[in-house]
Structures are given as structure tokens and as C-alpha cells.
């Protein structure tokens, strides 16, 4: 079992930066991949960007050039640093941790975007 905490949710203003965390609650030993993903209200949950242990990241198109992804060199702590961010980015933002053995989330963050 791993337990994801996330932390840096926030009130921001339309062009503002937030950096949330993500901390897993014990190393994972392997391969694997860390995400964060958002769910806006009466919307669909959808892929932000993720970061694998090789080094791999990838983003939405929506967040792309805008928000970047980072973790410690184990990755028992993921970054998101979200810039120029948009009232359409208010959302919950959710952390997750997959490989084919694991799928696991945190309970996530809120982030609003608003003036």
C-alpha cells in the first residue's frame, strides 16, 4: 500500500503560480510512473502531466508550456509548478502512482483560479 499526500492548493489570482506537492507515504522500489491529473466540477477526471523514474515527463495539452513536473531523484516527492494559470485550470488536482501492480491516489488539492 502507498499513501499520496498532496499540499499546495490555493487561491490564485488569473496569471498567478501555485506549486503543489505530492509525497508517497514509503519509497517504492522499481520502476513506475508518478501523474497528476484534475477534475473540474461536473467534469471528468483528465491527465495533467506525469514524470516516470527514467525520467520521462509528459503534459496535457492544455497545461503544456505552462505547467512543469519534478520529483527528488527517488521521486518520493513530485512537483507541480503551475504557471500562467487560467480560471478554466480550477480544479481539484488529484496525484497518482501506476505500474502494473499499483494504482494508487492521493485524495487531492483544490486549486481555484480566480480574481
Known amino acids: 500500500q502507498v499513501q499520496l499526500v498532496e499540499s499546495g492548493g490555493g487561491l490564485v489570482q488569473p496569471g498567478g503560480s501555485l506549486r503543489l506537492s505530492c509525497a508517497t507515504s514509503r519509497t517504492i522500489v522499481g520502476g513506475y510512473v508518478m501523474g497528476w491529473y484534475r477534475q473540474a466540477p461536473g467534469k471528468q477526471r483528465d491527465f495533467v502531466a506525469s514524470v516516470s523514474t527514467g525520467g520521462t515527463t509528459k503534459y496535457g495539452d492544455s497545461v503544456k508550456g505552462r505547467f512543469t513536473i519534478s520529483g527528488d531523484n527517488a521521486l518520493n516527492t513530485v512537483y507541480l509548478q503551475m504557471d500562467s494559470l487560467k480560471p478554466d485550470d480550477t480544479a481539484v488536482y488529484y496525484c497518482?502512482?501506476?505500474?502494473?501492480?499499483?494504482?494508487?491516489w492521493g485524495k487531492g488539492t483544490l486549486v481555484t483560479v480566480s480574481s
Open positions: 497518482n502512482v501506476k505500474r502494473a501492480d499499483m494504482d494508487y
